[in-house]
């Protein structure tokens, strides 16, 4: 299995520029989430879906953050205008529903740099 | 509400050490335990998990006994190595309701040669 796979790996843009993240979950997992990691406020979970459809959007930080999931195989998470504080790395994780106790599997990340 | 509250890092051990990363969590229910690892540059990597009280979970050499009592989900390791050196995640999910995982802070862990 190819695992959860994100692009791209590192993102440089300036401020106020779009920027798109993409995610291809793992084949077969219902579930995908994105989180945001940063040193000041650690892990934080921005949006999750279900069977492509969004659950809970409440980490999602403003308006200038959208998340879509069009199929079962791809989803972006899009900031639009970017902003430095924005700088961070972003994951993608996916999960079955089979049970409860099914752990995460996280792809490597999107670095962004906002400057 | 859920929480998951891990002992603050980093944590700098010589190599062969024992290693203990405290780990405690709030739930209303009863949920499923996870530990996470991190190593620079990758996501995050599942450990070991535990789904009910009492339930240890093992993995390379790493153990966590699902404690009800105490709430708590503590990690262990007889003898760290160098390459151990990484960010360890705790977290939860119940066993209903809600899909969503509760992480803690992580707790950076350096060996030393």
């Known amino acids: 299995d190819a695992g959860v796979i994100q692009s791209p790996r590192h993102e440089v843009t300036e401020m106020g520029q779009e920027v798109t993240l993409r995610c291809k979950p793992i084949s077969g997992h219902d579930y995908l989430f994105w989180y945001r990691q940063t040193m000041m406020r650690g892990l934080e979970l921005l949006i999750y879906f279900n069977n492509n459809v969004p659950i809970d959007d409440s980490g999602m930080p403003e308006d200038r953050f959208s998340a879509k999931m069009p199929n079962a195989s791809f989803s972006t998470l899009k900031i639009q205008p970017s902003e430095p504080r924005d700088s961070a790395v972003y994951f993608c994780a996916s999960t079955g529903s089979g049970s409860y106790n099914s752990p995460l599997h996280f792809g490597n990340g999107t670095r962004l740099t906002v400057t | 509400g859920n929480s998951v509250t891990q002992m603050e890092g980093p944590v700098t051990l010589s190599e062969e050490a024992f290693l ?41 050499g790493f153990e966590a006994t699902y404690r009800k009592e105490t709430t ?25 309701g809600t899909y969503k995982y509760i992480f803690g802070t992580g707790t950076r862990l350096k060996v030393l040669a």
Not at chain 2, 39 to 48: I, K, S, V
Not at chain 2, 73 to 93: I, M, N, P, T, W
Request: aromatic letters at 14%.
């Open chain 2, 72 to 96: 708590s989900f503590h990690l262990e390791k007889g003898s760290v190595q160098v390459s151990d050196s990484a960010v360890y995640f705790c977290a939860l999910r119940m066993n209903s």
């Open chain 2, 20 to 60: 203990t990363i405290n780990c405690t969590y709030t739930a209303t229910g009863y949920p499923s335990l996870f530990w996470y690892v991190q190593y620079p540059g990758e996501g995050l990597q599942l450990l070991l998990k535990a789904t009910k009280a009492d339930d240890k979970g093992s993995n390379k």
